[in-house]
């Protein structure tokens, strides 16, 4: 069964300071992003859902969205402070949307089919979208996916990161993710703080639509709490750990050797250049992808 990819891609990225889902890091000028939609393309994907904000939708549509044109099929949602459950307004003073979990909310009404979460500025693995493929081909109902990478394969050399710490239980269900940030490539690895093959959440998801439900209700009530709070965000992970909680889902860890390459910091770019390059050399990729 052919599933949606819901990319969330309303992040100016203020760490790398520019709008790096635009960046280009392959040898034609390819975007981190190009390479997971041409992944989630040959897992099944069918159609591509945005998550994006108004500012800077010319620009994206411009330089991102028209390169799918007549390749898969494209659409846009847009994420804002203020589009909030009826009864809410946003807090004077507050400036930034509410989390990734708010992005996936605002999508509720473009996605009606199996989907798949990612990042826009991270290069999760043609293996990762395979899984996640063949995982979404027979899910239902409160049947979950994440895909689970190694710590080790996820830092960058150029400062600390945030990571979703990921436990589960002997079935391979998540049992909860812990949102850590600052992970520096210093404190993993034998005798260290963290092991080496730590499973941790990228925020590479796969759902049913029976996720919108739960995470309208979440929603209301982290704004009851927290609406109020000018930095306060409504974190993915934690709202799956809520549904697991709340027995909505059960979500199946789908283990990746696959390594991570994101840019988080702009120093980060020629590592990622490399990188994909080399998978090029390899030909995990063509030269040119579109």
């Given at each position: 069964m052919?599933?949606?990819l819901l ?8 760490r790398?300071?520019?709008?790096k889902?635009i ?24 159609r591509?859902v ?5 500012d800077f939708e010319?620009?994206?549509?411009e ?9 898969i099929?494209?659409?846009y ?7 909030l ?6 807090p004077a ?5 509410w989390g ?5 909310w605002?999508?509720?009404e ?5 989907f798949?979460?990612i990042?826009?500025?991270d290069f999760?693995?043609a293996?990762?979208f ?5 995982f979404?081909?027979?899910?239902q ?7 689970g990478?190694?710590l080790?394969n ?8 945030s990571?979703?710490?990921?436990s ?6 998540l ?11 210093e404190?993993?690895?034998p ?26 209700a979440q ?6 709490l927290?609406?109020?709070e000018?930095?306060?965000e409504?974190y993915?992970p934690?709202?799956v750990?809520t549904?697991i909680?709340?027995g ?17 910091y ?7 250049e490399?990188a ?12 040119r992808?579109?």
């Amino acid at each position: 069964m052919a599933f949606t990819l819901l990319v969330l891609a309303a992040g100016m990225g203020s760490r790398y300071g520019g709008l790096k889902q635009i960046d280009p890091v392959g040898p034609s000028g390819e975007t981190v992003l190009d390479y997971a939609v041409f992944d989630a393309q040959r897992a099944g994907c069918t159609r591509v859902v945005f998550v994006i904000r108004r500012d800077f939708e010319a620009l994206f549509r411009e330089k991102i969205g028209a390169r799918y044109a007549g390749r898969i099929a494209v659409d846009y949602v847009f994420q804002s402070l203020d589009q909030l459950p009826p009864g809410f307004t946003p807090p004077a003073g507050r400036e930034k949307p509410w989390g990734t979990a708010h992005a996936v909310w605002c999508a509720r009404e473009a996605v009606k089919e199996n989907f798949a979460v990612i990042n826009a500025d991270d290069f999760y693995g043609a293996d990762s979208f395979a899984r996640l493929g063949r995982f979404l081909a027979g899910a239902q109902g409160g049947a979950w996916a994440m895909v689970g990478f190694k710590l080790a394969n996820t830092l960058s050399e150029h400062g600390g990161v945030s990571r979703g710490i990921c436990s589960s239980d002997t079935a391979g269900n998540l049992t909860g993710s812990a949102e850590t940030h600052g992970i520096t490539r210093e404190e993993v690895g034998p005798g260290k703080k963290y092991a080496a093959d730590t499973i941790v959440s990228l925020n590479c998801w796969g759902f049913t639509p029976t996720l919108f439900a739960g995470l309208d209700a979440q929603l209301r009530d982290f704004l009851a709490l927290q609406g109020r709070e000018l930095k306060a965000e409504f974190y993915l992970p934690v709202a799956v750990s809520t549904a697991i909680e709340r027995g909505q889902a059960a979500v199946s860890v789908l283990p990746t050797e696959s390594s991570w390459f994101g840019i988080t910091y702009r120093d980060d770019k020629p590592r990622v250049e490399a990188a994909i390059a080399a998978l090029v050399r390899d030909g995990k990729y063509p030269a040119r992808l579109w």
